[in-house]
């Protein structure tokens, strides 16, 4: 299980800091949870407590997260495993082998959703059986963040009377990611050209 490190536990002894006199990964981690307005406009003690109820919220998400990252696993790898042991079954007769060829392309059809969640990094839920395999976002995740949306919209403002070229979608999600420390790709699965 990979290690959350709360942020109120982070920021200890930079609560009475403004934005601009943290570190970079701390000042990237307050841009990605905050809007700048609030924390430069919150006093310390403010800082704090938003930091704590963020970090109360944040790690029961990462701990449910963890549980279906963890199951998503063990169904995926199940499916592996019987995909291996189908590859070594003997098929001494025809009709064995198009059986052998017919379950291995079902289990690969199988599999194949779950490669695609894995090579993009969100794993789906489960039903109350456990056996739900509809591609589902974790707790919380949601594709289009509202927050991130008013900051792209501000960047485009901000860049409209810099540049003569039109400001696209991307160029506003390369600044923010930056800003934020993310991957640009995120970004523009959170975002909508709303300039």
Same mark, same amino acid.
Not at 94 to 114: E, N, S, T, W, Y
Not at 127 to 152: F, Y
Not at 159 to 170: A, E
């Given at each position: ?6 942020? @109120?536990?982070? %920021? ?9 006199? +943290?570190?970079?990964? %701390? ?5 990605? =949870? ?20 963020? &970090?109360? !919220?944040?790690? @029961? ?12 696993? *063990?169904?995926?790898? @199940? ?27 079902? %289990? ?7 490669? =695609? !969640?894995? @090579? ?5 839920g489960l039903?109350? =059986? ?14 289009? &963040?509202?927050?991130? !949306?008013?900051?792209?919209n501000q960047?485009a403002a901000?860049?409209?009377? +810099? ?6 979608? =991307?160029?506003?999600? #390369?600044?923010?990611?930056?800003? *934020?420390?993310? #991957? ?9 050209? !709303?300039?």
């Open positions: 299980m990979s290690e959350f490190i709360p942020l @109120a536990g982070a %920021l200890a002894g930079y609560f009475d800091k403004a934005l601009d006199e +943290l570190p970079d990964a %701390l000042r990237k981690r307050v841009l990605q =949870n905050f809007p700048t307005k609030y924390w430069d406009e919150w006093t310390p003690h403010q800082r704090r407590s938003e930091a704590e109820q963020l &970090d109360a !919220q944040d790690v @029961a998400a990462h701990e449910e997260y963890q549980e279906i990252k963890k199951e998503f696993l *063990r169904r995926m790898h @199940a499916i592996e495993k019987e995909i291996e042991e189908w590859k070594s079954v003997d098929a001494p007769t025809a009709g064995d082998m198009a059986r052998k060829k017919k379950k291995l392309v079902k %289990l690969k059809k199988k599999l194949a959703p779950f490669k =695609n !969640q894995l @090579a993009r990094g969100d794993f789906p039903d109350e =059986n456990g056996t739900s395999e509809v591609p589902i976002k974790p707790p919380g995740h949601l594709n289009h &963040d509202p927050e991130m !949306q008013t900051r792209a960047i901000e860049q409209k009377p +810099l540049t003569r070229r039109p400001i696209t979608r =991307n160029m506003v999600a #390369n600044i923010l990611a930056e800003e *934020r420390g993310m #991957n640009v790709e995120t970004v523009l699965r959170r975002i909508r050209k !709303q300039w």
